[in-house]
T-cell receptor, first 114, second 114 residues
Framework: ETGVTQSPTHLIKTRGQQVTLRCSSQSGHNTVSWYQQALGQGPQFIFQYYREEENGRGNFPPRFSGLQFPNYSSELNVNALELDDSALYLC?????????????FGEGSRLTVL | KQEVTQIPAALSVPEGENLVLNCSFTDSAIYNLQWFRQDPGKGLTSLLLIQSSQREQTSGRLNASLDKSSGRSTLYIAASQPGDSATYLCAAADRGSTLGRLYFGRGTQLTVWP
C-alpha cells in the first residue's frame, strides 16, 4: 500500500513569487485535504478536494488555490507569496467525504519565503 | 467555531514513567477525535481515532479516552521510552464543518530522557 507522498520536500521562494506543491494520495483514497502548519502551531485547514472539485475551504485568501486530477492526486498553488506563507504544507488523504474516516498525512513540503 | 486546546505545552519525563496528555474542545458536536504524533520537521502519524460513539481506543502502550459531554480527551502513554519523544497533536472532526476538516490543538512536546 502506497502512502501519501508530497513534493518538493523543501523550497525557498521570494515575496511575490508563485509556488506549486504536489500530493499523491494513498492508494484507494479519493479525497485530499491541504493544511498549513506555521512554526509552533497546529495545522490549519486550507481546503479539501473530492471528485476534482473544491469541497470546503478554511479561512485562506483566494491566492491559495488547488486542483485535483482524475487519479486523485492534487496540487496546491499559492500566488503573490508573502513572508507569512512560510510554513510546512501538509496533504492528507481519506476515502470519501464521510467525516468518520481517518486522515493519513504526508511528510509535508517546507516552504520558506524570503 | 471549534477550538482545541492541549495541556501541557511541553513535558519532560524520565524513561519508564506513565503519563497523560490532555486535550479539550469547545464544541461537543464532533464526528471523531484523532491523536497524531509529529517528529521534528516531519508529517503527522495517526496514533488513535475515537469515533463520537466510543469512549476509548487502545493501541499497544497508548490509550485514548473521549468524554464528549465535558469536551475532553486524554492520551495515556504507559512505560514511556526515549523513542516516544515527539510532539503529540489532537484534532477534532467537527459535525458542523466541512467533511475532512480537522481542528488541531498546538500540541504537547514530549521529551523522554534515559
Amino acid at each position: 500500500e502506497t502512502g501519501v507522498t508530497q513534493s518538493p520536500t523543501h523550497l525557498i521562494k521570494t515575496r511575490g513569487q508563485q509556488v506549486t506543491l504536489r500530493c499523491s494520495s494513498q492508494s484507494g483514497h479519493n479525497t485530499v485535504s491541504w493544511y498549513q502548519q506555521a512554526l509552533g502551531q497546529g495545522p490549519q485547514f486550507i481546503f479539501q478536494y473530492y471528485r476534482e472539485e473544491e469541497n470546503g475551504r478554511g479561512n485562506f485568501p483566494p491566492r491559495f488555490s488547488g486542483l485535483q486530477f482524475p487519479n486523485y492526486s492534487s496540487e496546491l498553488n499559492v500566488n503573490a507569496l508573502e513572508l507569512d506563507d512560510s510554513a510546512l504544507y501538509l496533504c492528507a488523504s481519506s476515502l470519501g467525504t464521510a467525516n468518520t474516516g481517518e486522515l493519513f498525512f504526508g511528510e509535508g513540503s517546507r516552504l520558506t519565503v524570503l | 467555531k471549534q477550538e482545541v486546546t492541549q495541556i501541557p505545552a511541553a513535558l519532560s519525563v524520565p524513561e519508564g514513567e506513565n503519563l497523560v496528555l490532555n486535550c479539550s474542545f469547545t464544541d461537543s458536536a464532533i464526528y471523531n477525535l484523532q491523536w497524531f504524533r509529529q517528529d521534528p520537521g516531519k508529517g503527522l502519524t495517526s496514533l488513535l481515532l475515537i469515533q463520537s460513539s466510543q469512549r476509548e481506543q487502545t493501541s499497544g502502550r497508548l490509550n485514548a479516552s473521549l468524554d464528549k459531554s465535558s469536551g475532553r480527551s486524554t492520551l495515556y502513554i504507559a512505560a514511556s521510552q526515549p523513542g516516544d519523544s515527539a510532539t503529540y497533536l489532537c484534532a477534532a472532526a467537527d459535525r458542523g464543518s466541512t467533511l475532512g476538516r480537522l481542528y488541531f490543538g498546538r500540541g504537547t512536546q514530549l521529551t523522554v530522557w534515559p
